[in-house]
């Protein structure tokens, strides 16, 4: 076994191998707990539930964010819902339904264990939000309500109407001001982290700015755990909100933690598509209006005819014509690619030509209008907002975006980073969803992380580190860090070029959108490898950065996190260029079935590709950790 | 229908501060613009065009552009989160506005929310305010099956009608007094309308209520707060609040065998 890639998934039957490993682990008695500095960097759903975990337990934590509060994390803007196993439905789930089903969404490119343990937590989640205050969709007996979401078969998706996201982060978060106000936490906000820093190959703490007054900060810690979200804004538009980045996650791969699968990325079928080019960013349509809307566009190409003067016979209901059995409900991914085919090939509606047709007229004369915006007035009423056009006259525009990423930090069984003392939870690993996440599954997973997986792993890790005092900030390694992130911002301000960092933001996305998008070849993967790092070296001579490094000075900020999205951009396409085959939301034209869906290479592909930084301008090392199926039979998605 | 674009000429005058004791001043910029452009966009396409010429481009906060996370927050024409109902600034489009208009953009004023920069503000009171009580204790992995407490939906619906606010702070700035009373009932309603928020019902709204009047004005009941808030959260929160703050009064004694 490679030594840097060592899962370390326990023994033992599927169903016991958490449990055990529980009973195995080493623990930390409470009196010695105080004793022991934790850093959580983050505080969204996975960073908030786990500072706020490890303060309770009576660790000493210090949380940061580079947000104004927590409550402002990006895991706010989560609609849809989360999934459980809890069958309050009666309705045939289970752990084993839920953790089947994640494997398959994932495309058999995730870890069975996690996956498993991931099931069997789902349903503390939701006991423990409730308590908490969440109020999640009741029926009228008082009791929780459930849906189904993202066509799953059983109804386990827990909600709280449009908003999910934020009542459980406010849950969350009130737990962590908790912890604040006891003393266990120190919660340090609009501090940025700019470097992680390790000694002896140990992660020992981090450098921030604080992005008020400029100052650049050390803080070290027995332990360093990063929750600092996915890396969708790499495409530049996603429905990622404004500031999410990969820069902590980035800075500690190139201090050697090793970066999983990162050309992993999900693109949703349903959103706003763009309306010029000013667009800051794209806005997710909730995929339940794929339950009653039917999707088209004119069979002729071109067509500028408005909607309503296109007769029924020349549209063009590809999805339904395609995939009779599914219809409109394919899964996001096969929606997605088919949308691009048929703009692609000039069917595209909109004044851009980018969009197909999300159409209620049928569902409306069926159910009549008040029952359609009983269901779906809010969505209507902000389709209506950004577009200025009516969805109950008109149909909608949809166009894929940019939504998730699954691709993260490499982490062990016990969430554990390649680096010992390194952790990352949450979206920022890339531990449970494959190469495709379910809806309402990436919520469950944030919180099982912070709330009920790493409060136990991290204790295994520290209980051998009693009695040594956390690195203190005046060694080297600290000194060191510190003078380099004040470089470089030094750097971005002399630079003095002629474009702004959104400028290249924006270019940078267009490639990344173009290449490494919904679907992928090899030239074009191949040109990426060279493009980015061209463009890349322009950025970086040309960029123009205003203002001074101690105030507030948001140039600076982007400027740091597109260089680094650059540096991703180039991995994305190295990653997807050398998995030879289509799984998920990683779908290479040279590797479909005769029908156009996605074919696995099992035999050369079952496994995860984690990518080792080899120094600037190096070609990194791919190593490989191979995934192995006990416990689900592999098996080709069909939905004919 | 307002399928095309036109592109109008505004003026805009904003506000511009260095830093939290420097002194501000009002700078005057044209901008043309499409109306399916986003307020924040429109401000976006301002920057560009500053930072091409060598200006510093104006600090302003948002993140979601969803009108969900409350990062976004400035006072448009005097009016917190500008002319549009139930609408947050992230959310507004330049439909909105006519050609030839002049749009004064300002800081959120209110003394609870210092200047940072440009219109970016300091919100962290109301972190102070939730810190003080705006939660329900119950330790991770301590909780009981969800379902063993059923909430009447009615008590739900409205506790969620509270647990809205997305803690942007407009009310605040609304309010002549820059009371911030309306953010503090939100809180307090949402916890107290359920069952498990009882426990510490009015130990919650004593902390609460006195934390809020530490950092903020008091309330004379103009009803700013409830328009120009983005999730038209109800006055009908802050009486509730009032109520259970005498209530607490009393309670918290007897409690505390002070009878
Ligand atoms: C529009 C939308 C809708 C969604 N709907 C659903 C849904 O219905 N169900 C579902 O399950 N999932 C949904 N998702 C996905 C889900 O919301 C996210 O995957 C999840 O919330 C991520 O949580 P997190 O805690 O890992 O990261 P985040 O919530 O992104 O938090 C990241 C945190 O890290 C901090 N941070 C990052 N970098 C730094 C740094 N360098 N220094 C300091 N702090 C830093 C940030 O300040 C923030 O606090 C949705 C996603 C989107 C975009
Ligand atoms: S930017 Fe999130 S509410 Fe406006």
Known sequence: MNPLINAKIPAGDIAEKWENHKFSMNLVNPSNKRKFEIIVVGTGLAGASAAATLGELGYRVKAFTFHDSPRRAHSIAAQGGINAAKNYTNDGDSVHRLFYDTVKG??????????????????????QATAQGVPFARDYGGLLDNRSFGGAQVSRTFYARGQTGQQLLIGAYSALMRQVAAGTVELHSR???LDVVTKDGQACGIVTRDLVSGEVTPHSAHAVVL??????????????????????AWRAHRKGALFANPCYTQIHPTCIPASDDFQSKLTLMSESLRNDGRIWVPETKADNRGAGDIPENERDYYLERKYPAFGNLVPRDVASRNAKTVVDAGHGVGPLANGVYLDFSGAIARDGLDAISAKYGNLFDMYQRITGENPYQTPMRIYPATHYTMGGLWVDYNLMTNVKGLYAIGEANFSDHGANRLGASALMQGLADGYFVLPYTIGDGLAGQLGSDPVPTTDPVFTQAIAGVNDTNRRWLATNGTKSVDHYHRELGRLVWDNIGMARNKAG?????????????EYHKNVRVLGSADTLNQSLEKAGRVADFFELAELMARDALQREESCGGHFRDEHQTPEGEAQRDDENFAHVAAWEWTGEGNTPTRHQEELTFDNVALSQRSYK | ????????????????????????????????????ASFLEMLDLLNESLNDQGHEPIAFESDCREGICGTCGVMINGRAHGPQKATATCQLHMREFSDGDEIVIEPFRASGFPVIRDLAVDRSPLDRIIESGGYITVNT???????????????????????????????????????????????IGHLNLLPQGQAERWKRTENMVETMEEFFGSCTNHGECSEACPKEISLDFIAFMNRDYLKAKVKNRALTGQK
């Not at chain 1, 495309?107 to 349903?123: G, K, Q």
């Not at chain 2, 099956?145 to 609304?174: M, R, Y």
């Open chain 2, 141 to 187: 992995g301590a909780a009981s099956d969800a379902n063993l407490t059923p909430v009447p939906k009615e008590a739900s619906d409205q506790a969620f009608d509270a647990a809205a606010c997305i803690g942007c702070g407009a009310c605040v700035a609304a309010c002549p007094n820059s009371a911030g009373q309306l953010f503090t009932a939100a809180k």
């Open chain 2, 1 to 36: 229908m307002s399928n095309n674009a036109e592109i109008i000429n505004v003026t805009i005058k904003v506000w511009r501060q260095d830093g939290p004791t420097s002194e501000g001043r009002f700078e005057t910029h044209q901008q043309a613009i499409s109306t399916h």
């Open chain 1, 525 to 537: 993967l191949q040109q990426a490898v060279t493009d980015i790092p061209a463009l890349k070296e």
């Open chain 1, 106 to 127: 994932g495309d058999y490119r995730s870890r069975e264990a996690n996956v498993h343990r991931l099931a069997e937590v789902s349903v503390n989640i939701i006991d």
């Open chain 1, 191 to 193: 501090a940025e982290l």
């Open chain 1, 227 to 248: 929750a600092t979200g996915g890396y969708g804004n790499v495409y530049f538009l996603s429905t990622n909100a404004m500031m999410c980045n990969v820069t902590a």
